[in-house]
């Protein structure tokens, strides 16, 4: 009898180890945990690494992007450059703050083959339009006469603004003056 409890127990500590190896090995996943007919059901979700790296200037941004970029001298009243962060070789990204609103701009090694939007703005919003500024096409799309995203090609480059993403947005007449500055 005792025996047949120390391999029970054995048993019962082998499997827990096993389970707590299995979570403490996938650093990058987290567990949605849902109630379906009384039982619980955890699901694995997997996350991606963040691929940009914080800077502390424009100058460290585009050493480590590996490229220049022209950001306007202001901004929409009440707007501050809160962050700039670079991904090595790709993209420089500044991210400007006023309360609960946000203004990203984004510059990326791209083309107009094969353009990638780079916005990260995924919402389907009502209005889009395409017009040409400077000599530039640039796509802008928003609700209720507003841009919420708008995001363009140029000399090797994709470019991307965008403004409260899924809420209210900017006038195309402030998009339009950062598109002609952003370079």
Excluded: H
Excluded at 30 to 50: D, K, L, Y
Excluded at 82 to 111: F, H, P, Q
């Amino acid at each position: 009898m005792k025996k047949l409890i120390i391999i029970v127990l054995g048993t019962i500590v082998v499997i827990s180890l096993v389970v707590v190896g299995a979570i403490v090995v996938t650093p990058f996943a987290t567990f949605n945990v849902s109630e379906e007919n009384g039982e619980q059901i955890a699901e694995e979700t997997a996350q991606i690494p963040n691929p940009f790296i914080d800077c502390v200037t424009m100058e460290e941004a585009q050493k480590l992007a590996g490229f220049n970029m022209t950001i306007p001298d202001a901004m929409p009243e009440g707007y501050s450059r809160t962050a700039i962060r670079s991904v090595k070789n790709k993209e420089i990204e500044i991210i400007y703050l006023n309360g609960d609103s946000e203004i990203r701009i984004r510059k990326a090694i791209g083309s107009a083959v094969g353009i990638e939007d780079i916005s990260g703005d995924y919402t389907a919003y009502k209005e889009e339009k395409k017009i040409e500024i400077g000599n530039v096409n640039v796509t802008m799309k928003g609700d209720s006469g507003k841009v919420n995203a708008s995001t363009w090609s140029d000399g090797g480059y994709v470019f991307a603004i965008t403004s409260n993403c899924g809420g209210i947005g900017l006038d195309s007449s402030i998009i339009g003056d950062m598109v002609n500055v952003v370079k």
